[in-house]
Structure formats: C-alpha cells, structure tokens
T-cell receptor, first 111, second 117 residues
Framework: DAKTTQPPSMDCAEGRAANLPCNHS???????VYWYRQIHSQGPQYIIH???NNETNEMASLIITEDRKSSTLILPHATLRDTAVYYC????????????FGKGTKLSVKP | GAVVSQHPSRVICKSGTSVKIECRSL??????MFWYRQFPKQSLMLMAT?????????EQGVEKDKFLINHASLTLSTLTVTSAHPEDSSFYIC?????????????FGQGTRLTVV
C-alpha cells in the first residue's frame, strides 16, 4: 500500500503557484520523498525528490517539514501544460526498490 | 539524461493471441526493471520485478504464466501477455533506475496501450 495521502484533486489558475500537499506520517528515517506526474496516456515523469532539506530544480520546489511527516510540491508559475496527476511517493531510493503509487492529486490548471 | 524506452506505444490484438512489449534502458545498464499496469482512471499497479539473469518476481494476484517476463540483457526486459483477453486491455508501463547512481529517480517508459479485441 502507498504510504502517502494526497487530496484527490486541486485547481490552480494559470500563472499562479500550485501548492500540492502530501502526508507521509509513517516515513522512515532513510526514505526519500519523490514526486512524479503523469499526463494523460503517458508514462510518469520525474519532478523532484528530497530527504530532509528543501529542494529546488527547474521544474519545482519541494518543501519537507522538519518532522518529515509531510511535504509540499510547489509549481511556481503553473501553465496549462502542468495539468496532470501528481504522485507523491516515499522510497529508499535504491536501484532495487520499486515505487508504490497512491491515487495522486489531479491538478487542473485553468486559464 | 538516462532514458527508458518502451515499444510499441500502442497495440491492438485479437483475443487468444500473444503480445510482446519491450522495455529498454538507453543510457545505463539496469539489473532490475519494474512492470506496471494502469487501468482507466486508476493509479499504476506494480505487476512484477524483472531481474537480469534470473526469474522475475510477481506481485500477488499476477499470473506469472500469463505475463511472461524475460530480462536477458542489462538493457532489455520484455513482457509478453499470453493468450490475451479483453480484460487484459490496459496501459502497461516499465521503469528502471540507474544502479550506478545512488538515491536517484526512477525513469519510466512511455507506456504501451494494449487493446484486445
């Protein structure tokens, strides 16, 4: 079973920041938080991952709470192309480890 | 960056026939690959773990004789859906990680849309 809880859906206005929350209260000390998204009929696309510290890349920022029991993915300036299902996954990060997907959050970016 | 490629992207087959789906790691050698299945409006469900040079590990409820997995090289895993039926129609996706890089992301193929008629 997935170890994360996400809201089933969210709306965001184009050009505004999209903040997607994720709860992972049972995360282990050496498990990472990964975020992926899936645009309709495509394979999942990696966005970002982190262990303890906040992370930022060209796509998004990841804010992890100090107790690591929750995190927030931030898309700073959402576009219509960011409409997708966003998955938050906790994982050890090793090459042998599969990713267990929950139901994710369906983000709809509206003009 | 590392890429995982799947082929074909879309296939239609008749009931009772078999279909082979290929998953290749293009930039790295993958000792382990993962196969997922996704039904409409549902999340990805792990079917099996493909291990190079050894037998695949199947998740509970997945029939190993129906979904044959072969991982004959470090860059190629294949999933064969044998004696396909309409209920096997689904979106099949593979993934792999680069074992030479620690704590890295998993890369996913483009997915294969299988329609059994």
């Amino acid at each position: 079973d997935a170890k994360t809880t996400q809201p089933p859906s969210m709306d965001c206005a184009e050009g505004r920041a999209a903040n997607l929350p994720c709860n992972h209260s049972t995360i282990s000390g050496n498990e990472y938080v990964y975020w992926y998204r899936q645009i309709h009929s495509q394979g999942p696309q990696y966005i970002i991952h982190g262990l303890k510290n906040n992370e930022t890349n060209e796509m998004a920022s990841l804010i992890i709470t100090e107790d690591r029991k929750s995190s927030t993915l931030i898309l700073p300036h959402a576009t219509l192309r960011d409409t997708a299902v966003y998955y938050c996954i906790v994982n050890y990060g090793g090459s042998q480890g599969n990713l267990i997907f929950g139901k994710g959050t369906k983000l709809s970016v509206k003009p | 960056g590392a890429v995982v490629s799947q082929h074909p992207s879309r296939v239609i087959c008749k009931s009772g026939t078999s279909v082979k789906i290929e998953c290749r790691s293009l930039d790295f050698q993958a000792t382990t690959m993962f196969w997922y299945r996704q039904f409409p409006k549902q999340s990805l469900m792990l079917m099996a773990t493909s291990n190079e040079g050894s037998k695949a590990t199947y998740e509970q409820g997945v029939e190993k004789d129906k979904f044959l997995i072969n991982h004959a090289s470090l860059t190629l895993s294949t999933l064969t859906v044998t004696s396909a039926h309409p209920e096997d129609s689904s979106f099949y996706i593979c993934s792999a990680r680069d074992p030479s890089r620690k704590n890295t992301e998993a890369f996913f193929g483009q997915g294969t849309r299988l329609t059994v008629v």
